[in-house]
């Protein structure tokens, strides 16, 4: 980390903070521990931390610098126009309702989905009048959508109370029939915000990277690529929909609030295919996450519910696969991490076997529903990744 530091600081007079941290995710160094070690290096004086027009930028300690109408400055500026300036949210919104709109084509008609764009579902959500970025209702449960596109990591850290975007989550959270539980979409959410999350039945996806729309963000690749943050940005061209209509993020703000019907799902969906492959992936992932861990709310009664914990744990490993999973490789797995999960094991274990027929024909339902493909004994994701960055972040934040 030091030497990042000096790599950056002896060669430029000063270098952004906030997109330095930004830069070392890439190389598996998260904000939660870089942002430390800069501090640390403040507090021995070895760097300065220092402002220029409100944006936080590190330099030696006592030496001199001179920002202005540098190059550093300029990229700097631009990189904080598109993350920091009011259209930062409204393509990345954009493009996850396009996403959704397409998989709501793609899963079987029996299961009960739809998508809706930006707004306020206060009839839906039982009163609740919050703006949302999105509303996924599926198996009929609601899921309502909190897009975050900044570069900072999206924490919730004990004593500073949580991050906007958090909050707004939960605060349209119910237990009440039907729930509503929360989504967060950033580019990567610490551990503890996922904690959050779950306890509200809630859950986040990362899509490592920041979403850009290139017409609108003219001079954006330049400036990442100057910062050395190119790979931390996806930057997508206008989406074609159907009738011919192009939407950037403030065009499809326009449509949502003044022509609803231009943007309904089926006139979205064939746009998808102008989204990265790798986006899609992670979202079609979460959406069958969402999907599966809904089976426990809904079973009625013990074997089920315990089955489809077993199903549940499973299926995050198989997103995690790259080569499938032998059902009964499928099984086994579930039912060791359900195992060590379950606080009464040793009267599951007495229905082990009914728990597991269960589980199979949970995994038969998932088929049948094309969120699960199958050749031969081996069951494989639907072209899915899991929703959920593998971190490992340091004990203590």
């Given at each position: 980390?030091?030497?990042?530091?000096?790599e950056?600081?002896?060669?430029?007079?000063?270098?952004?903070?906030?997109?330095?941290?930004?830069?070392?995710?890439?190389?598996?160094?998260?904000?939660?521990?870089?942002?430390?070690?800069?501090?640390?290096?403040?507090?021995?004086?070895e760097i300065?931390?220092?402002?220029?027009?409100?944006?936080?930028?590190?330099?030696?300690?006592?030496?001199?610098?001179s920002?202005?109408?540098?190059?550093?400055?300029?990229?700097?500026?631009?990189?904080?126009?598109?993350?920091?300036?009011?259209?930062?949210?409204?393509?990345?919104?954009?493009?996850?309702?396009?996403?959704?709109?397409?998989?709501?084509?793609?899963?079987?008609?029996a299961?009960?989905?739809?998508?809706?764009?930006?707004?306020?579902?206060?009839?839906?959500?039982?009163?609740i009048?919050?703006?949302?970025?999105?509303?996924l209702?599926?198996?009929?449960?609601y899921?309502?959508?909190?897009?975050?596109?900044?570069?900072?990591?999206?924490?919730?850290?004990?004593?500073?109370?949580?991050?906007?975007?958090?909050?707004?989550?939960?605060?349209?959270?119910?237990?009440?029939?039907?729930?509503?539980?929360?989504?967060?979409?950033?580019?990567?959410?610490?551990?503890?915000?996922?904690?959050?999350?779950?306890?509200?039945n809630?859950?986040?996806?990362?899509?490592?990277?920041?979403?850009a729309?290139?017409?609108?963000?003219?001079?954006l690749?330049?400036?990442?690529?100057?910062?050395?943050?190119?790979d931390?940005?996806?930057?997508?061209?206008?989406?074609?929909?159907?009738?011919?209509?192009?939407?950037?993020g403030?065009?499809?703000?326009?449509?949502?609030?003044?022509?609803?019907?231009?943007?309904?799902p089926?006139?979205?969906?064939?746009?998808?295919?102008?989204l990265?492959?790798?986006?899609r992936?992670?979202?079609?992932?979460a959406?069958?996450?969402?999907?599966?861990?809904?089976?426990?709310?809904?079973?009625?009664?013990?074997?089920k519910?315990?089955?489809?914990i077993?199903?549940?744990?499973?299926?995050?490993?198989?997103?995690?696969?790259?080569?499938?999973?032998?059902?009964?490789?499928?099984?086994?797995?579930?039912?060791?991490?359900?195992?060590?999960?379950?606080?009464?094991?040793k009267?599951?274990?007495?229905?082990?076997?009914?728990?597991?027929q269960?589980?199979?024909?949970?995994?038969?339902t998932?088929?049948?529903h094309?969120?699960?493909?199958?050749?031969g004994?081996?069951?494989y994701?639907?072209?899915s990744?899991?929703?959920?960055?593998?971190?490992?972040?340091?004990?203590?934040?």
């Amino acid at each position: 980390m030091k030497n990042a530091v000096e790599e950056r600081l002896d060669k430029w007079q000063a270098w952004p903070a906030n997109i330095f941290k930004l830069e070392l995710e890439k190389a598996g160094v998260y904000q939660n521990f870089s942002g430390r070690c800069l501090l640390e290096l403040a507090d021995n004086d070895e760097i300065e931390r220092i402002y220029i027009d409100n944006i936080p930028y590190m330099k030696w300690a006592e030496e001199e610098h001179s920002l202005e109408e540098s190059q550093i400055k300029e990229a700097t500026e631009t990189f904080y126009d598109f993350t920091d300036g009011s259209h930062k949210s409204t393509f990345p919104e954009l493009t996850l309702y396009v996403a959704l709109s397409k998989e709501k084509e793609l899963i079987n008609d029996a299961v009960q989905i739809d998508v809706h764009p930006k707004g306020h579902y206060t009839s839906l959500l039982r009163g609740i009048d919050n703006e949302i970025d999105g509303l996924l209702m599926l198996n009929h449960e609601y899921f309502p959508l909190q897009v975050y596109n900044g570069m900072q990591l999206i924490s919730d850290t004990v004593g500073n109370g949580r991050q906007k975007k958090v909050k707004q989550a939960i605060d349209v959270s119910t237990d009440e029939n039907p729930p509503s539980n929360p989504v967060l979409i950033s580019h990567l959410a610490a551990e503890n915000v996922r904690d959050v999350m779950r306890s509200y039945n809630g859950t986040v996806i990362d899509t490592q990277k920041l979403i850009a729309c290139k017409e609108t963000n003219p001079d954006l690749a330049d400036a990442a690529r100057f910062l050395n943050v190119r790979d931390c940005v996806e930057i997508i061209p206008r989406l074609q929909i159907r009738d011919g209509l192009s939407l950037d993020g403030k065009r499809f703000d326009e449509l949502v609030f003044n022509v609803p019907h231009a943007i309904i799902p089926r006139k979205m969906a064939p746009a998808a295919t102008q989204l990265p492959d790798w986006y899609r992936r992670i979202v079609r992932g979460a959406l069958h996450l969402l999907y599966v861990n809904t089976f426990y709310r809904r079973a009625d009664n013990r074997t089920k519910r315990e089955a489809s914990i077993l199903v549940q744990e499973a299926f995050h490993h198989l997103l995690r696969s790259d080569h499938g999973m032998n059902v009964d490789r499928f099984i086994d797995t579930g039912w060791n991490e359900f195992r060590q999960r379950y606080r009464n094991i040793k009267y599951a274990e007495q229905r082990q076997d009914s728990i597991e027929q269960q589980a199979r024909e949970y995994v038969l339902t998932l088929r049948n529903h094309n969120v699960l493909t199958q050749n031969g004994d081996t069951i494989y994701a639907r072209a899915s990744d899991h929703p959920h960055s593998s971190l490992s972040f340091p004990s203590g934040y």
